[in-house]
């Protein structure tokens, strides 16, 4: 059922586990007392000290499109069901009209799978929780297929995700952006509108890839586009309309050199960075470029790439999100990319990295590990006062560190 989290914690492979069993696996065959075994226990401990750290990928399966978030105190993070992993999950329940929608043909045939969005809450980075299709097209009667990119932000004491949906090829067609709403971040999330927010082309950005921030003054804009086109619109206060801009613009570009798709924006000490992706992306081109602005819609400067293959780790690293822990000026990187073994599209993993940025506020290159990072608790003074402060978003930082 949608909205129901596995009964045991998801722990990625760490650094520590494997020293604990290849240190203490040659030993199990060989007798030993209780007081000798804790002794070896001990030793070991203080061996491994320091050591444990979540191995990339963060969690088994294939996922994609990773939104990191920080809710009531924890990290969340929403993905795209990329691929089944053995036997397929079980379908979800389509009504007729969704089932007529899905004769249409696909771009490709997994996009038919994928019908759904797990999400996983963690306390630290490393330990992670898996909360089964926090959102189903069972509701959102409009959605049939091809459901992508989550984005969710807390408004008026709920939680709200924009999804991506049905991979439109024309206006004549019904999909786009929609709106889910729930009470919790791990869902279940259901349908705001009973339609799309965005359902066509506007300059020539396809309605996909939404990705939702607040600004200082409390305003939520929504980013978006595929297709080589990025958009920018004004939210309600609602989260449920489009509103224009003080030109009467209602659907703004700012389309930068190199752009595909996968837009988001961070802000920092008064500077606003817009991130995307290029390349292809079942290709190992695929990477990381971003711009930076003084304020939310430019203008902006193209500064160059910051995640790409390596191929000692990864390839087709992309499609990211950040967050910045409350209350520092500590950043990390979420993203997907492909393992060396496979060239298969839809065989991404998930996998988190250090964001480093250099003294002139310009962003390092990030540095793909296997080995991930190590555990980053939320303060528990930050826990209590809620996620961020009025107009505040876990995706900006003043801190002048």
Request: proline share 8%; aromatic share 12%; charged share 20%.
């Amino acid at each position: 059922m949608a909205g129901l989290t596995t009964s045991s914690p998801l722990v990625a492979p760490s650094r520590s586990h494997l020293f604990f069993n290849r240190i203490l696996a040659p030993w199990r065959a060989i007798p030993v007392t209780r007081r000798a075994a804790r002794r070896m226990l001990t030793i070991a401990g203080l061996l491994a000290c320091g050591a444990a750290t979540a191995s990339n990928p963060i969690v088994p399966g294939w996922y994609a499109d990773p939104e990191i978030r920080v809710f009531a105190g924890q990290y969340w993070i929403y993905p795209t069901y990329s691929d089944h992993v053995g036997k397929p999950v079980a379908a979800s329940r389509f009504s007729p009209a969704q089932k007529l929608a899905r004769q249409r043909k696909t771009v490709r045939p997994s996009y038919g799978m994928q019908t759904f969005f797990d999400a996983f809450s963690s306390p630290d980075l490393v330990h992670w929780t898996k909360h089964r299709r926090a959102f189903d097209v069972q509701n959102a009667g409009w959605a049939a297929y091809a459901i992508w990119a989550p984005s969710v932000i807390e408004a008026n004491g709920r939680y709200y995700m924009f999804f991506s949906a049905n991979d439109i090829q024309s206006d004549a067609e019904l999909g786009g952006i929609g709106l889910a709403v729930s009470t919790t971040p791990g869902g279940p999330f259901k349908d705001a509108l009973g339609k799309p927010l965005v359902g066509a082309f506007h300059n020539g950005a396809q309605p996909i890839d939404p990705f939702a921030f607040r600004d200082r003054d409390g305003q939520v804009y929504l980013f978006y586009g595929g297709w080589k086109h990025c958009n920018v619109v004004r939210l309600s206060p609602d989260l449920k309309r489009v509103l224009p801009f003080a030109d009467g613009t209602m659907f703004k570009e700012i389309t930068p050199p190199g752009y595909v798709e996968g837009s988001f924006m961070i802000e920092r000490r008064g500077v606003y960075y817009l991130m995307w992706s290029e390349g292809g992306w079942t290709g190992p081109d695929y990477s990381v470029a971003y711009a930076t602005a003084p304020g939310p819609t430019g203008p902006f400067t193209p500064k160059g790439k910051i995640l790409a293959q390596d191929l000692r780790i990864a390839r087709g690293a992309g499609h990211h999100s950040v967050v910045n822990v409350p209350g520092t000026d500590e950043w990390y990187i979420a993203y997907h990319r492909r393992p060396l073994d496979t060239d298969r599209g839809e065989h991404r993993q998930i996998a988190i990295d250090r964001m480093v940025f250099a003294a002139d506020g310009t962003i390092k290159p990030v540095v793909m590990t296997n080995t991930g990072v190590a555990p980053r608790p939320i303060r528990a003074a930050v826990k209590r006062a809620g996620t961020t402060a009025p107009g505040r978003d876990e995706h900006s930082s003043g801190r002048a560190m």
